[in-house]
């Protein structure tokens, strides 16, 4: 059974930092390219971020591209958004997903997590 827990999420001012992680089980982490998606209210899920499994590629949504950094660790199984310079406009709720492709579509990801909340104060 696939499950990943996204953590890391709170309030911050703007100009702030946050670090999201996401860990997996029940998947061979490795094999698989991860995103992170993010969900504003009364807005569509949206991919900013995905990472290729060997994590030698990297996309990044416009909106968040020079900001935002994402990673993978797979002997931790985890990966993780580094979020800078932070923006009123970034509160949302975040969420990883993973993908047998690595791909810049936010329909080829699934298995998604509980999400964590990213509130940006302005």
């Known amino acids: 059974q696939v499950q990943l827990v996204e953590s890391g999420g709170g309030l911050v001012q703007a100009g702030g930092s946050l670090r999201l992680s996401c860990a997996a089980s029940?998947?061979?982490?490795?094999?698989?390219?991860m995103g992170w998606f993010r969900q504003a209210p009364g807005k569509e899920r949206e991919l900013i971020a995905a990472?290729?499994?060997?994590?030698?590629?990297?996309y990044y949504a416009g909106s968040v591209k020079g900001r935002f950094t994402i990673s993978r660790d797979n002997a931790k199984n985890t990966v993780y958004l580094q979020m800078n310079s932070l923006k009123p406009e970034d509160t949302a709720v975040y969420y990883c997903?993973?993908?047998?492709?690595?791909?810049?579509?936010?329909?080829?990801?699934?298995?998604w997590g509980q999400g964590t909340q990213v509130t940006v104060s302005s």
């Open positions: 997903g993973s993908s047998t492709t690595y791909t810049g579509r936010g329909n080829d990801y699934e298995n």
């Open positions: 029940g998947i061979t982490f490795r094999n698989y390219a």
């Open positions: 990472i290729h499994w060997s994590g030698s590629s990297t």
